[in-house]
C-alpha cells in the first residue's frame, strides 16, 4: 500500500494537537512507570507482524509488572494502514486506490462470507449484487435469526438534516469521545459518512423506518449524544433491519449468487502460505465436518460478551469462529473492552439465562434511582421523594439519565456496592417511569415502550406502570474484536473481518445505536470495496483443492479435538463451566477491574479450563445433531479466550471507557485516561501452549492517531 | 476456472414440499369457492324469502311457485328461468365441491401426521364445513327429490307435478313435512346451513381478499352466524309449522 | 414447584419418535420455558441421558428461534407471547406439561424438539424481498410515507418467522407468514415497482411448500408478532391482482 507513513510523525501529531486542550490529571499515583528494558519482542512474532514501521516507537508501555509472565510484547508498532493526511476526505481517497476486478471476472472469485448478521448478509448480499461467487454460512436454521436481530433502540446516522447542528464532523466526535479515544479517528469517519448511504439504502429495501407525519424520516436521542440523529422502527430496530438484510440476501440466493447454508458452525479457518482460504465447517443437524475453499474469508460472527454467560447476548452467540481465526494468525484486539449495558434485567436466580436488554430508548424517560439509605427496605412506592438519590441527574447534570452506557453502568455498580441496591438480591436499581407518566400520561407512555413494559412484565411478573422497574448492568457489546487494518483485513491475508467481531470504531466504549451502523457499513458499504481490492491480486488463482495438504490437516484438527470434547466422559455438562466462567468474569473482569482481581481471575480461568478438560460431559455422538457438543466447543473457546480478557485488562494499566481500572480513577471516581502511555489499540498474537492452555500472548500496538477531535478528558457532568 | 464443490452435504434433511405443484391454485380454488358460495347464499336467501310466502296461504303460495316456472314468459320458456337456475347452481355445487375435496386433501397432506386437536368452540364453524357440507349436500339431494321431482321414496304420498296452469307446491309441502323424519332432517339441515353460512361468510369474504382488522373480523363472524340464522330459523318455521298444525 | 414434562423425542428425521416423561422438582414460576428446559437437560446429563435438543437463541422473543407446541398449542399457553417469554407463572405446581415439536408437514422433525423450517426462507429466496442493490437508493427523505403507513406496514413486518402460525393451522398453512410479508411490501412505495411479480413468486411458492387457507384464524391467535388477520386475505388479494395484470411487474 501507498499510504505507510512514519509512526513518529503520527505521534508527534498527536501531541502537537494535544496542546492546549485539557488533559487527563497527570498528578494521579502511577503504578508502573514505563519499563524501556522489558521492551523485547517474541521471536516468533515478527513474522505475522505487518510491515514494521520506522522512526521512534512510543508504543513500549506495558502493563505492570505482574502481567510480564504471562504476556510478552513486539517491539515493532502495528501499522493500521491508516490512509495519511485530512481523515475527512481519507475514505475517498483510499476507495480511489482500490484495485478493481471487471465484472466479467468476479464471477471467477469466491468468498465465503461467516454470519448472516446485518454485517454477514449485507457483505454477501452486496457481493452477490456485484456478481461474485459468495458462499455465506450461519449456524443458525435461517439467516434472519442473527443476533442483530435483537438491537432495540435504533441506527446512528450523521445525516444531519435537523437544525440541532448535527454534522458529520460531530458525529465523529461524538463516536471519538464515546469510545474515550481508543477508537480509529480515520474508521470512524467513514463510519458517519457511509452512515447516510445506509439509511437510504435500508429504507429502500423495505425497512419501515418511522416517520413523521410529514412523511419524512423520524429521529430520536441516544444517550452520548445531545443531537437527535438516531434513526429507529419502533422499538424492534435490529429486527426490521436485520429482516431487511436477510431478505436481500434471500434475493441473492433466489439469483443464484450466494449459495446460502444454514445450521452450520465454521469451526476452523484453512490457512495456508499466509492466507486465508477457506473454513472448516459442522453441520450441525447431521455432525458432517466439511471443508469449503475460497478466495477470500469474511468473518462476521459477532461479538462474544455471551462469555459472561448471563449478557444482553442470544443464547448461541459465541466466539468460535473469530477465536479459531485468532488461534490461526489473526491477532485479537482490545479483548477487555465489554460494554455493560445499564439497562439490563437483574439476575434474580439460578436458572435465569440471560440479562434481557431493557432499551436504552427508556431512559429517556424514566429517571434512575437508588434510595439514599443503604439497605433501604421499603417497596419503592413507600420510600419518599427526599429519601431517593436520582443519582446520574446528580452526578451528570447536563446528561442526567442519558449519560453514555459505560458511565452509566459504573454509576450503578458503585450505588450497589455501597449498599444502594434494591430488589431482593440487592443487585439493581430503580428505572422509574412515575414522573413521566404523571407529565405525559399512560397511553403515551405505553405507546413508547408498551412492548417493553410487556416484556419486562413477562420476565419478572411486576407491572412497572405502577412499580418502578429494576435493573442492573449487564455484559452486551464486545468494542474489542479480531484486529484489522483500515481495510478490515485482519493480520492473516485475505481474512477480513466486519461487525461486532470486528474492533475498529467504538473504542472503549460504544455509543448507543452505532453498532447496528457498524455491522451495516461494513456489510454493505465497506467490505464490498476492500475485499475486491484484495481478490483483484489474485486473477487466475484457483481456490484450494479439497485434497490439498493443508485443508485436510485443518480438517483433521478438527474432527481430532471434536472426538477429544466427546471422549473426556466427565460428569459435567458444558454449561455447568459456563455459569462458573461467567461469574469469575462478572467479579473479576467486569464492571470495575482492579489487579489483584484480574490475577485472580486468571487463576481461576485456569483452574476451570483444567475442570473442564478433565470433568465435561457430553452424552451422544458427533455425528448428530447434538448441541451440548455445540455448548463444549464453543466454552471450551471462551475458556481460552477469557485468558486473554483478563490479561488485557491487566495490561491496560490505565482506565478508559468501558475498561475500569480501580487504580486509575480521578478524585470523583471517573476513568482516569493515560495518553501518553497508553494512546494505541493492543492487538494479541497468540502462541501454542501446553495442554489445554494457550501459550503466552503476544502483544502488538497499533497507535492511535486523533487529528480532527483533539484528546481530551471526557465529562459528561 | 471452477471452484471445487467439495464436501458439500447433501445429508441434511431435506423439507418435503409439503404443499402441491401443479393442478388449480390453492388461492383460485378458494376464490373459486368463496364465489359459488356466495352464489349460494343469495340463492337461500331468496329461497327462505319465497317460502314464507307459504304464511300468506296456499293460493299465495302457490301462485308465487306458478310464477317461478312462468317467470319472463314469453320471453324465456316455460321454467326457462327456474333452468338457468338450475344449471347456474348445479355448476356452482359442482365447482364448490371438488374445490372442496381439492383444498381439503391438500390440507390434510400439509398438516401431515399430526392433527391439530382440542381447538375452543369459536371454531367449531370451521372445523365442521365438511361435515355440514355433506349434511347440505345429501339435503340437496333429497329435497330435489322430495319437492321438485315427487320420487318416492323421497316425495311424499299424493304428490301432484306442477302443470302448465298450476302449482301444487302448498300441499306437497305441508304432506312432506306432516312426515317426521323429514322434518326433523330438514331441521338438522338447516342447522348445519346455518354453521356452514357462519364460517362461510367469513371465509368468503377474507378470500376476495378483503383485508378485515381485528375487530371487523370478529363482527364478521358474527355476522356470518347471524345471516346463518336468520336463514335458518326462517326456514325451520315452516316444519315446525306443519307439525303443530299451524299449516294445514 | 414440581412439573411432570411428557417430551417428544426423535433421534432424527427418519426415525419414529415418542413421548418420554420426566419430572423437574425444583421449577420456578419466573422461569422460561427454555429455561426449564435446561433445567431438565441439567438433570438429564448429570444422569448420563442424552439432553433435549430444542431450537432456542435470544430469548427475548424476537429472533423466532424458539418454537415448542405445549399442551396441543404452539409457543404455549399464553396467546401471542412466543415460547422464551412464556414463563411457568402461568402454570400451576404439579400440572402436567406436554412438549412437543412444531407439528406440520413442511416442518420436518431434525430431532426431538427441533424442526426444520427452511420453507419460510424459499418463500422469501421467491420474490419477497425489493430489488434495490447496495448504494443505489435514493434519498430516504425524497420518499415520502404518511406515518400511518409505515406504522401499518410495521404491523406487517413485525413478522419473526416462527413458523407458529403454520403449525397453529390445522391445514398448515402460511397464509398469515406469506400475507405479512406481502401486506408489508404492498403498504410501502418502496415495495410497489415489482409487486405483482412478488405475488407471484411468493403465492408459488406458498402453495408448494404449505397447505391452503380455511380461514381457521387459529394463526392470529398464536402468532408471538401479532400480525393482524388482514394478513391473511392478502395472499387472496395480492394474487388475483397479479393475475389480473398479467405480465406486469407492479
Known amino acids: 500500500m501507498n499510504t505507510f507513513r512514519t509512526i513518529g510523525s503520527r505521534i508527534r501529531s498527536v501531541v502537537g494537537s494535544s496542546e492546549g486542550v485539557p488533559r487527563p490529571q497527570q498528578d494521579s499515583p502511577d503504578p508502573a512507570a514505563p519499563q524501556e528494558e522489558a521492551a523485547t519482542s517474541a521471536p516468533e512474532s515478527t513474522g505475522n507482524a505487518k510491515k514494521p514501521l520506522s522512526g521512534p516507537a512510543a508504543l513500549k508501555r506495558q502493563g505492570p509488572k505482574g502481567t510480564q509472565g504471562f504476556v510478552t510484547y513486539a517491539d515493532e508498532p502495528l501499522n493500521g494502514n491508516v490512509p495519511t493526511g485530512d481523515p475527512l476526505t481519507a475514505w475517498s481517497r483510499r476507495k480511489l486506490d482500490y484495485k478493481l476486478v471487471s465484472p466479467l471476472n468476479r464471477r471467477k472469485f469466491k468468498v465465503i462470507v461467516v454470519g448472516t448478521g446485518l454485517a454477514g448478509a449485507g457483505c454477501a448480499a452486496a457481493l452477490g449484487e456485484l456478481g461474485y461467487n459468495v458462499v455465506s454460512y450461519t449456524f443458525h436454521d435461517a439467516a434472519r435469526r442473527a443476533h442483530s436481530v435483537a438491537a432495540q433502540g435504533g441506527i446512528n446516522s450523521a445525516r444531519a438534516k435537523k437544525v440541532d447542528n448535527d454534522s458529520l464532523e460531530r458525529f465523529v466526535k461524538d463516536t471519538v469521545k464515546g469510545g474515550d479515544f481508543r477508537a480509529r479517528e480515520a474508521d470512524c469517519f467513514r463510519l458517519g459518512e457511509e452512515s447516510v448511504r445506509v439509511i437510504d439504502h435500508m429504507d429502500a429495501i423495505g425497512a419501515p423506518f418511522a416517520r413523521e407525519y410529514g412523511g419524512e424520516l423520524r429521529t430520536r436521542s441516544f444517550g452520548g449524544v445531545q443531537v437527535s440523529r438516531t434513526y429507529y422502527t419502533r422499538g424492534q430496530t435490529g429486527q426490521q433491519l436485520q429482516v431487511a438484510a436477510a431478505r436481500a440476501l434471500q434475493r441473492q440466493v433466489g439469483l443464484g449468487t450466494v449459495d446460502l447454508r444454514t445450521h452450520r458452525e465454521v469451526l476452523d479457518l484453512v490457512v495456508d502460505d499466509g492466507r486465508a482460504k477457506g473454513v472448516v465447517v459442522r453441520d450441525l443437524y447431521t455432525g458432517e465436518i466439511e471443508a469449503e475453499t475460497a478466495h477470500a474469508v469474511v468473518l462476521c460472527t459477532g461479538g462474544y460478551g455471551n462469555v459472561y454467560f448471563r449478557s444482553t447476548l442470544a443464547h448461541n452467540s459465541n466466539v468460535t469462529a473469530a477465536w479459531r481465526a485468532h488461534r490461526r494468525g489473526a491477532y485479537f484486539a482490545s479483548p477487555s473492552y465489554i460494554q455493560f449495558h445499564p439497562t439490563a434485567l437483574p439476575v434474580s436466580s439460578h436458572w435465569q439465562s440471560k440479562t434481557t436488554l431493557m432499551s436504552e430508548s427508556l431512559r429517556n424517560d424514566g429517571r434512575i434511582w437508588v434510595p439514599k439509605a443503604p439497605g433501604d427496605d421499603r417497596p419503592a412506592n413507600q420510600i419518599p421523594e427526599e429519601e431517593r438519590d436520582y443519582y446520574l441527574e446528580r452526578k451528570y447534570p447536563s446528561y442526567g439519565n442519558l449519560s453514555p452506557r459505560d458511565i452509566s453502568s459504573r454509576a450503578a455498580r458503585e450505588q450497589i456496592e455501597a449498599g444502594h441496591g434494591v430488589g431482593p438480591l440487592r443487585n439493581s436499581v430503580y428505572l422509574d417511569f412515575r414522573d413521566a407518566i404523571g407529565r405525559l400520561g399512560k397511553k403515551t407512555i405505553e405507546e413508547r415502550y408498551g412492548n417493553l413494559f410487556e416484556m419486562y412484565f413477562d420476565a419478572t411478573g411486576e407491572d412497572p406502570y405502577t412499580e418502578p422497574m429494576r435493573i442492573a448492568p449487564g455484559a452486551h457489546f464486545a468494542m474489542g474484536g479480531l484486529w484489522s487494518d483500515y481495510d478490515m483485513m485482519t493480520s492473516i491475508e485475505g481474512l477480513f473481518v466486519g461487525g461486532e467481531a470486528g474492533w475498529g470504531y467504538h473504542g472503549a466504549n460504544r455509543l448507543g445505536a452505532n453498532s447496528l451502523l457498524s455491522a451495516c457499513v461494513d456489510g454493505w458499504f465497506t467490505l464490498p470495496y476492500s475485499v475486491p481490492n484484495f481478490l483483484a491480486n489474485h486473477l487466475g488463482e484457483a481456490p484450494l483443492p479439497a485434497d490439498h495438504p493443508a485443508v485436510e490437516r485443518t480438517v483433521a484438527e478438527v474432527r481430532e479435538r471434536t472426538d477429544r470434547l466427546l471422549s473426556i466422559g466427565g460428569t459435567k455438562g458444558a454449561d455447568h463451566f459456563h455459569r462458573a466462567l461467567g461469574d469469575v468474569l462478572y467479579s473479576g473482569c467486569g464492571v470495575a477491574r482492579t489487579e489483584a482481581g484480574l490475577k485472580n481471575a486468571l487463576k481461576e480461568i485456569r483452574a476451570l479450563r483444567e475442570e473442564f478438560w478433565r470433568d465435561l460431559r457430553i452424552p451422544g455422538s458427533g455425528r448428530e445433531l447434538n448441541q451440548e457438543l455445540e455448548r463444549a466447543g464453543r466454552i471450551a473457546d471462551y475458556l481460552e479466550m477469557a485468558e486473554l480478557m483478563c490479561l488485557d485488562a491487566l495490561d491496560r494499566d490505565e482506565s478508559c471507557g468501558a475498561h475500569f481500572r480501580e487504580e486509575h480513577q480521578t478524585p470523583d471516581g471517573e476513568a482516569l485516561r493515560d495518553d501518553d502511555d497508553w494512546c494505541f489499540v493492543s492487538a494479541w498474537e497468540h502462541t501454542p501452549g501446553k495442554g489445554a492452555h494457550p501459550g503466552k500472548p503476544v502483544r502488538h500496538a497499533e497507535p492511535l492517531d486523533f487529528q480532527a477531535v483533539p484528546l481530551q478528558t471526557r465529562n459528561y457532568a | 476456472m471452477s471452484a471445487p464443490a467439495h464436501s458439500r452435504s447433501a445429508s441434511t434433511p431435506s423439507t418435503p414440499h409439503a404443499g402441491h405443484k401443479g393442478g388449480l391454485p390453492s388461492v383460485y380454488a378458494k376464490l373459486i369457492m368463496a364465489a359459488t358460495g356466495a352464489i349460494f347464499a343469495i340463492f337461500v336467501l331468496v329461497h327462505m324469502i319465497g317460502n314464507l310466502k307459504i304464511y300468506m296461504g296456499a293460493e299465495a303460495f302457490n301462485s308465487y311457485a306458478h310464477w317461478l316456472r312462468m317467470a319472463f314468459y314469453p320471453v324465456l320458456p316455460y321454467e326457462g328461468l327456474l333452468w338457468i337456475m338450475r344449471v347456474v347452481l348445479s355448476v356452482c355445487l359442482v365447482a364448490h365441491v371438488y374445490c372442496a375435496l381439492l383444498l381439503r386433501r391438500r390440507g390434510a397432506t400439509a398438516r401431515g401426521r399430526w392433527k391439530r386437536r382440542g381447538l375452543g368452540l369459536d371454531v367449531f364453524a370451521a372445523r365442521t364445513m365438511m361435515v355440514t357440507g355433506v349434511v347440505l349436500l345429501l339435503f340437496i339431494v333429497f329435497h330435489i327429490l322430495d319437492l321438485t321431482l315427487g320420487m318416492s321414496p323421497a316425495g311424499p304420498d299424493g304428490f301432484q307435478h306442477a302443470t302448465h296452469e298450476a302449482s301444487y307446491a302448498y300441499s306437497n309441502l305441508v304432506a312432506s313435512f306432516n312426515r317426521l323424519p323429514v322434518a326433523l332432517f330438514y331441521i338438522l339441515a338447516m342447522g348445519c346451513l346455518a354453521l356452514h353460512l357462519a364460517h362461510g361468510v367469513v371465509s368468503a369474504v377474507v378470500d376476495f381478499g378483503v383485508g378485515v382488522r381485528p375487530r371487523v373480523f370478529s363482527a364478521l363472524a358474527g355476522l356470518g352466524l347471524l345471516f346463518g340464522l336468520v336463514i335458518a330459523i326462517g326456514n325451520i318455521t315452516i316444519p315446525v309449522a306443519v307439525l303443530t298444525g299451524v299449516l294445514q | ?250
Open chain 3, 1 to 250: 414447584m414440581k412439573l411432570t414434562i411428557e417430551v417428544w423425542r426423535q433421534e432424527d428425521t427418519t426415525t419414529k419418535g415418542r413421548f418420554v416423561t420426566y419430572q423437574v422438582d425444583d421449577a420456578t414460576p419466573e422461569m422460561s420455558l427454555p429455561e426449564l428446559l435446561d433445567r431438565l437437560n441439567d438433570q438429564l446429563v448429570t444422569a448420563g441421558e442424552e439432553p433435549i435438543a430444542f431450537d432456542t437463541d435470544c430469548r427475548e422473543g424476537i429472533c423466532g428461534t424458539c418454537g415448542i407446541t405445549v399442551n396441543g398449542v404452539p409457543h404455549g399457553k399464553v396467546p401471542n407471547t412466543p415460547t422464551c417469554r412464556q414463563n411457568l407463572r402461568s402454570y400451576d405446581d404439579g400440572e402436567h406439561l406436554k412438549l412437543e415439536p412444531f407439528r406440520a408437514a413442511s416442518f420436518p422433525v431434525v430431532r426431538d424438539l427441533v424442526v426444520d423450517r427452511s420453507a419460510l426462507d424459499r418463500v422469501i429466496a421467491s420474490g419477497g424481498y425489493v430489488s434495490v442493490d447496495a448504494g443505489t437508493a435514493p434519498d430516504a427523505d425524497t420518499r415520502q410515507i404518511p406515518f400511518k403507513v409505515a406504522e401499518q406496514a410495521l404491523d406487517f413486518s413485525a413478522c419473526i418467522g416462527c413458523g407458529a402460525c403454520i403449525a397453529a393451522c390445522p391445514n398448515g398453512a402460511a397464509h398469515l407468514f406469506a400475507g405479512a410479508l406481502l401486506s408489508h411490501m404492498s403498504t410501502l412505495p418502496q415495495g410497489k415497482p415489482e409487486r405483482s411479480k412478488r405475488a407471484r413468486g411468493v403465492v408459488a411458492t406458498t402453495e408448494e411448500e404449505f397447505g391452503p387457507c380455511s380461514v381457521y384464524a387459529e394463526c392470529v391467535e398464536v402468532c408471538p408478532a401479532g400480525i393482524p388477520i388482514s394478513a391473511i386475505s392478502a395472499v387472496n388479494r395480492e394474487a388475483a391482482r397479479a393475475a389480473i395484470r398479467r405480465n406486469k411487474d407492479n
